[in-house]
């Protein structure tokens, strides 16, 4: 089985930053694609940032150029750095794993306001 675990939500001032991790345990094995969606209530879970197991990445569009997503697969986590936060990326943001299905965290808060 597989376990994701998020961390590094929280409150923070718009223009600020944060660090999300998110952690994989379990029966994996090697390399494989992950991503971040988040979603905000009354709104559907939208993607964030996705890394495929050759480490080419792939962002929405509301956060090119402001987050960065990248891994450690000795560490089997990956991350997610946002910069220049926005009030409207207030969401709980998840972490996905894929192997022959999706595995999912339990997610992380961020809000973001003054």
């Known amino acids: 089985q597989v376990e994701l675990v998020e961390s590094g939500g929280g409150l923070v001032q718009p223009g600020g930053s944060l660090r999300l991790s998110c952690a994989a345990s379990g029966s994996i094995l090697g390399t494989y694609a992950m991503g971040w969606y988040r979603q905000a209530p009354g709104k559907q879970r939208e993607l964030v940032a996705s890394i495929t197991r050759g480490g080419n990445t792939n962002y929405a569009d509301s956060v090119k150029g402001r987050f960065t997503i990248s891994r450690d697969n000795g560490k089997n986590t990956v991350y997610l750095q946002m910069n220049s936060l926005k009030p409207e990326d207030t969401a709980v943001y998840y972490c996905?794993?894929?192997?022959?299905?999706?595995?999912w965290g339990k997610g992380t808060l961020v809000t973001v306001s003054s």
């Open positions: 996905k794993l894929t192997i022959i299905r999706d595995y």
